[in-house]
């Protein structure tokens, strides 16, 4: 949960004209059908890559040396460097390459979080979604080349966005997109602090109680076009009113949910800090728990048990610390921060050495967009290897959306995405949050973008006579 007013810094490092212009004058036009996860790469994307080393995300190894050779956007062929190969196309001989990132929490429409509950209702739907068009570009460069974009107060505008950018009009991920919370009235997925007027009904397109009308929720967005649903189990940090140990929705309700989500091909995630919303999530069938927050043993124990995907972003509460008490956020959220940030990391240690999975998810849009690899540094400082944390926003991350045959590994016949880094000494981690080279289905992605903010322009009145300036 997430999000409202204040211009965004990404918006001024990344202006999306340059980064659209980049994007049309590479000539891309990944034209894919709504509705479908991934399809092939229109041919005439070929790139030959001496990497320096490449991320095996499936075994967790590195393998030194590799040459890498891309065909109409898929990878043909990773074997050893030879001395009599022909000069590549791209020389990363200094570079670790890894398969593009995912990052399996994210919120790129609209405003970044702010202290305003009401900032949602204050922007238009173009603003929303021209916003994350800029935080879709700033991702990307990042070198996220596919995000799981878990939910947008004004529904379905991020399928707007998904599209568009698998049309190649706009830069940006790959995007997996949830439409809509679905949420009970009043609930961690609504607008609050609104008590008594009543929201425009695109902000409500999932809220509902009981199993009927929830169904019906979850048909609405099936129709909609979304790639999953997003089901509030209880209530949120950042949502005034909520209390993130608390259930709002009961099991029976939360199974509803999945089997009327099943009938439509589609997974549910629950976000659910509460031990006991956790525990019941994962009873009523969801693929994977946002935040689990507070996790018990027995939660653990179910997660491993069922194979459900944790999706814990424990970055993020520091950031929320640091902004929120700068920027006068409540003293309600940041005190329901505080009481789950070390928590969950808590919880992460548990889960990683209990060998629950566990995905990379950030909650970008809390903080700013582009900055999501800083969340590596803080899962190896909560117990995962390096290696663990590539493979948590790679190979795991594909097998949570059910796409591993397309992506998250570099291997022969998948897409090729890539993100490189500077290579590190031998034993040591890469450093993630150095400037990263990043391929999406064989094209360079180039940048960052130079289009500066531009000045406003002071217009003469009608009667002022020119002056030199
Ligand atoms: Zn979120």
Redesign the pocket.
């Known amino acids: 949960?997430?999000r409202a007013a204040c211009t965004s810094s990404i918006k001024r490092r990344f202006g999306l004209p340059a980064a659209l212009l980049t994007w049309l004058g590479l000539g891309l036009g990944a034209v894919l059908a709504a509705g479908t996860p991934v399809a092939a790469a229109p041919a005439g994307r070929d790139l030959s890559i001496q990497a320096g080393a490449v991320f095996d995300s499936v075994r967790g190894e590195v393998l030194a040396g590799r040459r890498i050779v891309i065909h109409g956007g898929r990878i043909v062929e990773v074997r050893p460097a030879h001395d009599d190969d022909p000069p590549p196309d791209l020389d990363w001989r200094d570079r670790l390459v890894m398969p593009g990132w995912f990052d399996m929490?994210t919120?790129l429409i609209g405003d970044i979080q702010s202290a305003d509950p009401l900032a949602p209702l204050k922007s238009s739907a173009a603003e929303d979604v021209l916003l994350g068009a800029a935080h879709a570009a700033a991702t990307l460069r990042a070198g996220f080349t596919s995000v799981r974009d878990?939910?947008t107060y004004r529904g379905l505008v991020d399928v707007a966005l998904r599209d568009a950018i698998r049309r190649g009009e706009v830069a940006g991920p790959r995007m997996f997109v949830a439409g809509a919370y679905v949420t009970a009235p009043g609930g961690g997925g609504e607008v609050t602090g609104t008590p008594g007027a009543s929201l425009p009904a695109e902000f409500r397109l999932g809220v509902a109680r009981g199993e009927e009308a929830l169904r019906e929720r979850v048909r609405v967005l099936a129709q909609g076009g979304v790639d999953l649903i997003k089901v509030i189990a209880t209530g949120a940090v950042l949502t005034e009113g909520t209390e993130p140990g608390a259930m709002e929705f009961s099991e029976d309700e939360l199974r509803a949910i999945v089997d009327e989500a099943r009938k439509h091909g589609l997974d549910v995630t629950a976000?659910a800090h509460g031990a006991e919303g956790i525990k019941a999530a994962i009873r009523a069938g969801v693929r994977s728990i946002?935040?689990a927050s507070l996790i018990d043993d027995e939660g653990l124990a179910l997660a491993k048990r069922h194979g459900v995907f944790l999706a814990m972003?424990v970055y993020n509460g520091d950031y929320i610390d640091e902004v929120g008490k700068r920027d006068g956020w409540s003293a309600d959220i940041l005190r329901k921060n505080r009481d789950t940030t070390d928590a969950q990391r808590e919880g992460f240690r548990k889960a990683v050495a209990a060998g629950v999975t566990v995905v990379f998810a950030t909650?970008a849009?809390?903080f700013p967009h582009g900055t999501n690899a800083r969340q590596f540094a803080y899962m190896i400082r909560h117990g995962m290897r390096w290696q663990q944390a590539v493979q948590s926003a790679t190979w795991h991350a594909a097998r949570l959306l059910r796409v591993e045959q397309e992506l998250g590994s570099i291997e022969p016949g998948k897409l090729a995405d890539l993100v490189a880094l500077p290579l590190p000494a031998d034993g040591d981690p890469p450093d993630f949050e150095a400037a990263v080279r990043v391929v999406q289905e064989g094209v360079r992605v180039e940048g960052p973008a130079v289009t500066p903010p531009l000045s406003a322009v002071r217009r003469r009145a009608p009667e002022e006579p020119v002056t030199p300036p």
């Open positions: 949960m997430r929490h919120h878990v939910g976000h946002e935040h972003d909650d849009g809390v």
